[in-house]
């Protein structure tokens, strides 16, 4: 009997050490000796952010001491000093303030908006479009006429006029990826006032752009392009619900009159400033691979998706090379880009700058599509750097990051765009992220910790990739 106790012990032993060298070793299998160091040091980054990451107290912090960073304002300005001063505390090489002239519009008093039917006042969840102009004082009150896009609008000719004209284009919900749905009606929310003030309408209301039915009206950035400033009209978003109530109730009464009352102005443009800081290379400081995300957001919530996320895990990929004591071959340059919401100055001057001082950028990686559960990236490169990226699957995929794309990359790295540069675009799951972007509900507690950290380790590893291969790969001259 003991004997065979022993045996059984003894198989149990061996069973349990094959168990574990198979849990330890299964990232490494099918990879060759190189890919193995790879795959370790990535397994560190994840290891890392979820025992000792700093992301999320970074965004509490952005989030509730400052809250929504609508360039121009106080919080902004709070904003670009609390960031200084955290890239200094994690140690990085340099840190600076990059000057920049940013446009300052500000809402003023909370929007109203209203109409009746049947004898029933109904209010509407509304808010201003950045850069619209204010209603006359005691606010308009005009017939509604609705269109679902930018070229129904432009057929209406002299239908518009003394109309407020609704843009009711909802998002494509048979679309996977939100972001491609929102890109298929945005336009009538930035161009839909400057498309029907020509025609003389009175004002534009919006249906907010989201893929669900809420209660909360989403803001934005418009414009009136090239139309003269007495063609001018205010523009508001009003919830998703809203349209849906206002669009049936012009079933019934296609006479109906809406009524909203908006208090905004464009103010001068303000001083204001990009937060950069970097870990110069160690072999090649002259080449710079940039990360980054926007550091202003819009005022009715605090920031915390849009882009406090992206903020926090760009700074995070810096502090995980030096926990992890990585230091980069090339100089690894953080960036907190202002004014991306409604101007992409920051990201306009930093480009600017880059080709006045001839810097060597080879490549850009930026986070501004929320701190939700990491999927993979989107690629903007070369043929040959696009095909580089998508080899790193076997060192990505075991983490979630199975989409490794060629698409768009970012607005703020976007302008140092050439044939030579590799940008990528940091992509989480999407299905969530319009219920909360440009609303009072992009808060602090809409991000999940575990999922904003592995964002972060997401990010390093794929710095940590492009560092090390890249730049033997790029041909960027000088």
């Not at 989201?210 to 205010?234: A, F, K, V």
């Not at 849906?244 to 009464?253: F, G, I, Q, R, V």
């Not at 605090?302 to 760009?314: F, L, M, N, R, T």
Request: hydrophobic content about 35%; aromatic content about 8%.
């Amino acid at each position: 009997m003991k004997k065979l106790i022993t045996l059984l012990s003894v198989a149990t032993f061996l069973i349990s050490c094959n168990e574990q060298k198979e849990k330890t070793t299964i990232v490494n299998n099918g990879l060759s000796s190189e890919e193995k160091i790879d795959s370790t040091h990535v397994k560190h980054f994840f290891n890392t952010v979820l025992t000792e990451g700093k992301s999320y107290e970074w965004l509490r912090d952005l989030t509730q001491n400052i809250g929504g960073r609508l360039s121009g304002s106080h919080e902004a300005e709070k904003a670009v000093v609390w960031g200084e001063k955290l890239m200094k505390e994690v140690g990085l090489d340099s840190v600076w303030l990059q000057p920049v002239m940013v446009p300052h519009w500000v809402r003023g008093e909370k929007e109203v908006a209203n109409y009746t039917i049947n004898g029933v006042t109904k209010n509407v969840p509304v808010c201003a479009l950045g850069f619209s102009i204010a209603t006359p004082k005691n606010g308009i009150t005009a017939e509604v006429i609705e269109v679902k896009s930018i070229e129904e609008a432009k057929k209406l000719g002299n239908k518009a006029s003394g109309k407020i004209v609704f843009f009711n284009g909802a998002f494509d919900n048979t679309l996977i990826n939100t972001f491609q749905a929102y890109g298929g009606c945005v336009g009538q929310r930035f161009s839909g006032a400057a498309t029907v003030g020509v025609l003389g309408a009175k004002g534009v209301i919006v249906r907010s752009m989201t893929n669900g039915i809420d209660d909360y009206p989403h803001t934005g950035s418009m414009g009136y392009g090239e139309i003269s400033q007495e063609q001018y009209i205010p523009a508001a978003a009003i919830s998703s619900r809203a349209a849906e109530n206002l669009s049936n109730d012009l079933k019934t009464n296609p006479n109906l009159k809406f009524f909203f009352k908006q208090n905004c102005e464009t103010l001068p443009d303000s001083p204001s400033f990009n937060v950069v800081g970097q870990i110069t290379g160690t072999e090649n400081p002259d080449k710079i691979m940039v990360v980054g995300g926007h550091l202003d957001s819009w005022d009715l919530g605090e920031g915390a998706h849009d882009d406090g996320a992206g903020i926090v895990q760009s700074l995070e990929v810096a502090y995980l090379f030096k926990k992890n004591n990585i230091k980069p071959k090339n100089t690894l340059r953080v960036v907190f880009f202002m004014n991306e919401e409604n101007g992409l100055r920051g990201a306009t001057e930093y480009s600017r700058l880059a080709k006045l001082n001839n810097e060597l950028h080879i490549g850009g990686l930026e986070s501004d599509a929320g701190g939700h559960t990491p999927r993979g990236f989107s690629i903007d490169a070369n043929p040959e750097n696009t095909k580089l990226i998508k080899s790193w699957n076997k060192l990505l995929a075991p983490y979630g990051l199975h989409d490794l794309v060629k698409g768009g990359s970012g607005a703020d790295v976007g302008p140092l765009k050439n044939e030579h540069v590799t940008l990528v675009g940091y992509r989480p799951d999407s299905q969530r992220y319009f219920d909360y972007h440009h609303t009072s509900t992009d808060t602090f507690d809409k991000v999940n910790k575990r999922e904003l950290e592995l964002g972060s380790a997401s990010m390093t590893s794929l710095i940590y990739l492009m560092d090390k291969y890249l730049y033997t790969q790029d041909k960027v001259k000088p």
